[in-house]
């Protein structure tokens, strides 16, 4: 499993939701996920 699927599983995000990206701070001891909606075709 990814980073992004294993946050996306704990966050329990489902569809259109998913995770864009993270960001580890190691000096603060902190995970920025920022989560967008999917885009759908058509």
Same mark, same amino acid.
């Given at each position: 499993?990814?980073? #992004? /699927? =294993? ?6 995000? !489902?569809?259109?939701?998913?995770? #864009? /990206? =993270? ?6 001891? !902190? ?12």
């Amino acid at each position: 499993m990814d980073e #992004k /699927s =294993l946050y996306a599983h704990i966050l329990n995000l !489902s569809d259109p939701w998913q995770v #864009k /990206s =993270l960001s580890l701070d190691e000096n603060a001891g !902190s995970v920025t996920v920022t989560i967008e909606i999917a885009e759908t075709p058509g």
